[in-house]
């Protein structure tokens, strides 16, 4: 079985974001960029499936859509362990123009499973990995928590609204997956970060797509008003507040 | 031209989230000046879908199957397509709840829509359409131009509040025949909670950090939620040592809710936690620590030791109840 994890390359979650001039896109100056952490757990569920020599996982590639900026958080991610990595080299410029590139390297390369975090914590758009299979017309599993891999078979667990569903879907597949799909996710070992070294990073051109949205401008968002302090000794005044002037109780 | 809304159903039902659609739809629709349609999909009786006309929805497509039972993406994709271009639909509303995750992508492809996610305002234009959606977990927010002929929106949950209009709504029943072959989700197993506020759906949460110290200490936060009808809720530490169930987890990669009172008890507020949990019209913070980062984004506080705060704060909710 041939899994392909895609990567997403996001600001380090704690970063304060500061806008560039024109208020466009952010200043990405002293930005730490990290692997998107849906995407890290993606990995490291897919890479804890290949150690298990019964479930039948012969490869992990790594994929994502970026310009040549972006090819250290593509050798962590072979440092925590992929066996290889595809870049293509344009610039994302919405989930559309993304998804379109990544279902082309499936359809060159052909995967069983391809892995996708929920969302990216830049855009929080939760749309490259159901475009991606609408774009290959294969079935896509969203909100997945689990996935294992039982007598050659995958069998998920997805989210849905007060429950979940134990799932099985025949490959080739999208699993757009969530919390819950790996614990930690997985650090490199210096091993890792030396063999990432000389394994293959190929590097496709983009093929020709469109972008549906633009980004027009970004905006901080509202400041809250002060925090109101109430005495511990009588949060009694806590409930009159929420009560009466806040009128949410 | 009209506005298409997915109105989804739980076991026949609709709850808050499908009346927040109808209205935002509602109101889209009268800035376009045009009218709304709802679809919804699946067994439901004809009181309950007239429920929709109460806020706003002119006419009521009533798609049936067995198969329709089981939600794939792709069959619902395929029925939500085609009625979106038989009624020649330029907006598609769609919550951006699980459903919508898992269907609005896929619709976008199909009928080459561009896609506003997790949007929590009425478009800001429409010409050029824009919209206004959250980005950066909460640190930012984007005016996003969908600059397709036809659009879909997913509307954040509890950012827009239902609103009454009533109209005379019109329900056309379509029977489908839905090819069981044709569907590749195969579902081997259910698990629904069972009794308990569904966090994403709840009013109220009140939420448990590392500061209550232990799982044996969670009994306060749960009989707090109790009397307020609320929802419980946690910060991650707390479901990675497995002291709460991880869907309890509220944070950037855990849950992302938006209720209208969150009350966060023994939780410092790391920048991760507040992207899941920015959106809630109020926040309450319970924490000893004064300068702990929770307080920034409360609107009300209390510094002070949560064990003996909640027993006192518990006995302030029974007066207040009785």
Redesign the interface.
């Known amino acids: 079985m041939k899994i392909l994890v895609c990567i997403s390359n996001v ?1 380090d ?5 500061r ?1 560039a001039e024109g208020n466009k896109t ?1 200043d990405t100056t002293g930005i730490q960029w990290v692997i998107n ?2 995407d890290e ?1 993606s990995l490291t569920r897919t890479l804890e499936l290949k150690d298990d020599p019964s479930g039948g996982v012969k490869s992990v590639t790594v994929a994502h859509v970026g310009t040549a900026d972006s090819e250290p958080t593509i050798r962590k991610a072979l440092a925590i362990g992929a066996d290889d990595a595809v870049r293509v080299n344009a610039d994302s410029s ?3 123009f993304v ?1 379109a590139q990544l279902a082309e390297v499936i359809r060159k390369e052909q995967y069983d499973i391809i892995m996708c975090g ?1 969302e990216s ?11 991606i ?3 290959l017309g294969i ?5 997945v ?1 689990a996935l294992n891999i039982e007598n050659g078979q995958p ?1 998920m667990v ?13 490959v080739p ?1 999208v699993a ?1 997956v ?3 799909i790996a ?2 996710p997985r650090i490199a070992s210096m091993r890792g970060i030396m063999m990432a070294r000389t394994k293959p990073i190929r590097v496709f051109d983009p093929v020709a797509a469109e ?11 509202a400041t ?2 002060a ?10 005044q ?2 009159d ?3 009466n002037e ?1 009128k ?2 | 031209m009209s506005v298409l809304v997915y109105t989804e159903n739980w076991d026949g039902k609709f709850k808050k989230l499908t009346f927040e659609l109808v209205s935002y739809a509602s109101a889209v629709a009268e800035m376009l000046n045009t009218e709304v349609t709802a679809l919804s999909i699946g067994n439901v009786d004809e009181k309950e879908l007239k429920t929709l006309g109460q806020y706003g929805a002119e006419k009521i497509i009533n798609v049936t199957d067995e198969n329709l039972k089981i939600l794939d993406s792709q069959t619902y994709t395929n029925v939500i397509s085609d009625i979106a271009s038989n009624t020649g639909s330029e907006v598609i509303i769609i919550s951006n709840n699980n459903t919508g995750k898992a269907v609005a992508p896929r619709l976008s492809v199909r009928l080459k829509a561009g896609i506003g996610a997790g949007v929590t305002r009425l478009p800001l234009s429409l010409n050029p359409f824009t919209v206004y959606k959250k980005t950066y977990s909460g640190n930012a927010f984007a005016h996003v131009v969908i600059k397709s002929d036809i659009k879909i929106i997913t509307l954040a949950q509890n950012s827009f509040d239902p609103v009454e209009k009533p109209a005379s709504a019109t329900i056309e029943n379509i029977q489908v025949n839905i090819d069981r072959s044709l569907i590749k989700t195969n579902i081997k197993d259910t698990q629904k909670q069972t009794g308990r506020i569904v966090l994403t759906d709840a009013d109220i949460v009140v939420s448990g950090g590392r500061g209550m110290k232990s799982p044996d200490n969670w009994g306060p936060i749960e009989e707090l939620a109790e009397l307020l009808g609320a929802a419980t809720a946690c910060s991650r530490p707390v479901a990675d040592e497995g002291w709460r169930p991880i869907g309890e987890h509220t944070g950037q990669t855990g849950k992302i809710i938006a209720p209208n009172l969150y009350i966060a008890v023994g939780i410092s507020g790391a920048i991760q936690h507040l992207a899941g949990i920015s959106g809630s019209k109020c926040i309450v913070a319970i924490n000893t620590d004064k300068d702990a980062p929770i307080f920034e984004a409360a609107d009300f506080g209390i510094v002070g030791d949560a064990f003996k705060v909640l027993p006192k704060l518990i006995e302030a909710v029974k007066v207040m109840k009785s």
Do not use: H
């Open positions: 600001p979650t704690t970063t304060k974001i806008f952010i952490p849906w757990l919405d989930a559309f998804a929920i914590s830049d855009f929080n758009g939760s749309l490259v990995g159901g475009m299979s609408e774009f079935p896509s599993l969203s909100a928590s069998v997805r989210e849905i609204d007060g429950g979940k569903e134990v799932v099985t879907i025949p597949f757009i969530q919390k819950g614990k930690e972008s549906l949205t633009e980004i027009k401008i970004l905006e901080k968002p809250r008003a925090c109101k302090f109430v005495d511990a000794e009588n949060p009694a806590l409930i507040l929420l009560q806040a949410i109780i």
